[in-house]
Nanobody, 123 residues
Framework: QVQLVESGGGLVQAGASLRLSCVGSGRSFVSYEMAWFRQAPGKEREFVATINWSGKTKSYADSVKGRFTISRDSAKNTMSLQMNSLKPEDTAVYYC????????????????WGQGTQVTVSS
């Protein structure tokens, strides 16, 4: 069974840091584009960050640029999102995703999704 499993979410105060992890199983994701998306209550799911197969090309939403860092370890089939200087508006369920043919921010290009991990930032 091909799956992604996120972990690392939690409740923190504004200004704190969290590190989300995503572990893939069932196949190697070494050639896949991988990404983080998030969905806040009452809002549509939105792009957060993406990283290409080599880990050398990264892209971030303007809202998280300079605060979040995406990384991956293809040998371990894992991906991480380091989140610093968290704000209440970062509160959402965070999803990791993988797409063999994905090239960017369009969630329709990603065909493997995790179940999500809740991040709550209090003011």
């Amino acid at each position: 069974q091909v799956q992604l499993v996120e972990s690392g979410g939690g409740l923190v105060q504004a200004g704190a840091s969290l590190r989300l992890s995503c572990v893939g199983s069932g196949r190697s994701f070494v050639s896949y584009e991988m990404a983080w998306f998030r969905q806040a209550p009452g809002k549509e799911r939105e792009f957060v960050a993406t990283i290409n197969w080599s880990g050398k090309t990264k892209s971030y939403a303007d809202s998280v640029k300079g605060r979040f860092t995406i990384s991956r370890d293809s040998a371990k089939n894992t991906m991480s999102l380091q989140m610093n200087s968290l704000k209440p508006e970062d509160t959402a369920v965070y999803y990791c995703a993988a797409g063999e043919l994905a090239m960017g921010r369009n969630e329709d290009e990603y065909d493997v999704w995790g179940q999500g991990t809740q991040v709550t930032v209090s003011s």
